[in-house]
C-alpha cells in the first residue's frame, strides 16, 4: 500500500502533512493530512482520529481547529481523513451538500451505486489504520473525536468497536440520525429504507442495544442552528445514554454556534482529556 | 459613521464580529473584523491591528491563525482590516492576485484610477480607526502586526507614525518593496515609475531615513517560498536596521514556510509581546 506525500509543512515543531493514496476500500484515489508533533521524531506517539462534518475534506480542521498547538505540547499524532470518496461520478453525487461527496456518513453503503464506493465505515475503521500503522512512527493507543456528521462517525467507531479506541469525544455530534432529516436522507440513500438497518449506524440504537463501556465527553452549542433546526438531538443521546447506564459528559455551551470557532474554543480540553487516556 | 453587523460568533468567551460599513476613504463599502475579548464586556481593553497579506480579506487570519485564545486570555482585541476596496470595477483591477483587490499594499495610490479608491494606508491608519474607537470598548493603547503585504503595512504604519503604537512586529514582511517584484509592480502600479515618491512606503527607506524608536520584531520563515524567491528581504531589513541603530529582533524560524501554519505556530509569542507593551 502506497503513499504519496503531497505537502509537508511545519506547524509548531511538528509537521503537517497530506498525503494521497489508492483506497481499495473506496475504489478510488483519497487524500489523507497527519499531524506528527515533535515527539513523533524520537519515538511512538499516540493517535487521535478526527473526523469531519459535512462538505468537509481533510484540510478544515487542519487550518481552522488550531489543534496542533496542544497536540504538538502533548506528543499526540492527528489523522484527518476525507469526507467522503472523490473522484468518482454517481448519477447525483455532487447535487447537495448533505449526501454524495463530502457527505459519506461513515457507513458502509448496502445501496447501488453508492455501495461501489461509498463504505467510510472500513476506509476510517481498517484500511486508513492499516496504512497509518505501516508508514508513522505510532505506538497503537488510539482515540477518536469529530465534529457534526464526524461526530456521529466517531460515536459510532468508538460504540461498534468496543476496546478499540481509549477514549471517545465529539462536537456538536448527530447523535440520532434515524430520526432527524439529515441521517434519514443519507440512511435512506446509502442503505435503503428498511430502518432496522440503519439503527448498527445511529448512537442512540447502538447505545439502547450494546451500552457502553467508553464514557462520551460531548459538547453542543446552544446558539448552533443546527441543534435548534433538530439536526443533532443531545436530548436523545442523553436519554439513550440514562437508559443504558452509560457515561455520558453533555457540555451545553451557551452562545457557541455549530463553527469551527466553537471546536477552537474547545479543543484543547478534548486533546487533554483525550491525552490522560492515551497514557 | 454607520456600521452593519454582519455576524457575531462567539469565540473563547469573547466575539468575533464581523461589519459592514461605508468608506468615504476608499470611496466604497468594507467589511472588517474584530475580535472583542471576555474582557471588553467589563472594561476597555487594548488593541492589536492585524493586517493580512496578498489575496486575503478579513477573514484569513480570524480563521487560521489561532490567535483568539491567547487574545481571550490577554484581554486584547484584534481588529483585522480587509487588504484592498472593494466592489469597484477599475480595469484590470481583478485580474492578478498581487495587484488591485486583495492587494492594496497599504499604500496611497497617487496614480488615476488608483487613486480614486486605494487608499489603504488612510484607511487603516485613520477613517478605520476612528470608527473602531466610536464603537467599541477600546482604551486607545494601540499595536500592529501583519504577514507578507500586511507585514510590509504593519511596518510602515509603525515607522510613519512616531508614538502611535506601542508595539509592532511582523510575519514574513515584504521589508523593501523597492527592490522586490512584488513591491515594483504594486508601487509602480499606485505610485508611478518615479521611485524617489516609493521611499515613502517603504521600511528599508524609512528606517534609512529617520530610524525608529519603536523596536521591531520579525519572525522569517526559512522554508518560505517567498522568501528564497527575493519578495522579503529581511537582510535588507537587518542592514538598514543596524545602519540607523534601529533594535531589530529578526528570528529566522528553520523549516517554516509561508502559510497561516507558521503564523499559528508564532502568534502567542507575537501577542504576548504586544501585551506587554499595551500594558
Known sequence: ????????????????????????????EMIFAIYLPPAAEEQKVPLLWWLSGLTCTDENFMQKAGAQRMAAELGMAIVCPDTSPRGTELPGEHDSYDFGSGAGFYVNATRSPWSQHYRMYDYVTSELPALINQHFPLNGKESISGHSMGGHGAL?????????????????????????????????GYLGEDRETWKAWDSCELIRQNGSELPLLVDQGEADNF??????????????CQEAGVELNLRMQPGYDHSYFFIASFIDEHLKYHAEKLK
Chains 1, 2 share one sequence.
Open 156 to 188: 459510532i467507531c468508538a460504540l461498534k468497536n468496543p476496546g478499540r479506541y481509549r477514549s471517545v469525544s465529539a462536537f456538536a455530534p448527530i447523535t440520532h440520525p434515524g430520526q432527524c432529516p439529515w441521517g434519514e436522507k443519507a440512511f435512506s
Open 1 to 28: 500500500m502506497d503513499i504519496e506525500l503531497l505537502s509537508a509543512t511545519k506547524s509548531f515543531g511538528g509537521w503537517l502533512k497530506r498525503y494521497k493514496h489508492r483506497s481499495k476500500v473506496l475504489n478510488c
Open 227 to 240: 441543534y435548534t433546526d433538530g439536526q443533532l438531538l443531545p436530548e436523545d443521546l442523553l436519554a439513550a
